[in-house]
C-alpha cells in the first residue's frame, strides 16, 4: 500500500504561482511512476502532469506545458508540481496518484485508471 498526501493549495490571483507537494509513504517511492491530476466542478478527472520513477521522464497535458513543472525528490519521498503563470481555468482539485512501474504509453499515462494509488486532493482556486 502507498499512502498520498497533498499540500500547498490555496487561492492565487490570476498570473501567480504555487508549489504542490505529494508526500508518500509505505511502499519503496522510487520505483514508481508519479503524476498529477486535477477535477473542476462537474468535469471529468484530467491529467497535469507525469514524472517517471528516476524523475528522467517527464510528461504534461497542452493545456499546462511552460507553466507547470513536475519534480520528485526521492530522498523525501515527495514529488512537486511548481504551477506559475495561473489562469483562472486551472481552478481545480488536484490530486497526487503513483503506480508501481518505471513508465506508461501516453493513453495509460493521461488516464485516471493507469494509477493504482490517490491522494485526498488540495483546493487551487485562481481569481481573476
Known amino acids: 500500500q502507498v499512502q498520498l498526501v497533498e499540500s500547498g493549495g490555496g487561492v492565487v490571483q490570476a498570473g501567480g504561482s504555487l508549489r504542490l507537494s505529494c508526500a508518500a509513504s509505505?511502499?519503496?517511492?522510487?520505483?514508481?511512476?508519479m503524476g498529477w491530476f486535477r477535477q473542476a466542478p462537474r468535469m471529468e478527472r484530467e491529467f497535469v502532469a507525469a514524472?517517471?520513477?528516476?524523475?528522467?521522464?517527464?510528461a504534461y497535458a497542452d493545456s499546462v506545458k511552460g507553466r507547470f513543472t513536475i519534480s520528485r525528490d526521492n530522498a523525501k519521498n515527495t514529488v512537486y508540481l511548481q504551477m506559475n503563470s495561473l489562469k483562472a481555468e486551472d481552478t481545480a482539485f488536484y490530486y497526487c496518484?503513483?503506480?508501481?512501474?518505471?513508465?506508461?504509453?501516453?493513453?495509460?499515462?493521461?488516464?485516471?485508471?493507469?494509477?493504482?494509488?490517490w491522494g485526498q486532493g488540495t483546493q487551487v482556486t485562481v481569481s481573476s
Open positions: 496518484t503513483t503506480t508501481p512501474a518505471a513508465w506508461r504509453d501516453d493513453s495509460a499515462l493521461s488516464s485516471p485508471s493507469g494509477y493504482d494509488y
Open positions: 509505505g511502499r519503496t517511492f522510487g520505483m514508481y511512476l
Open positions: 514524472i517517471s520513477w528516476s524523475g528522467g521522464r517527464t
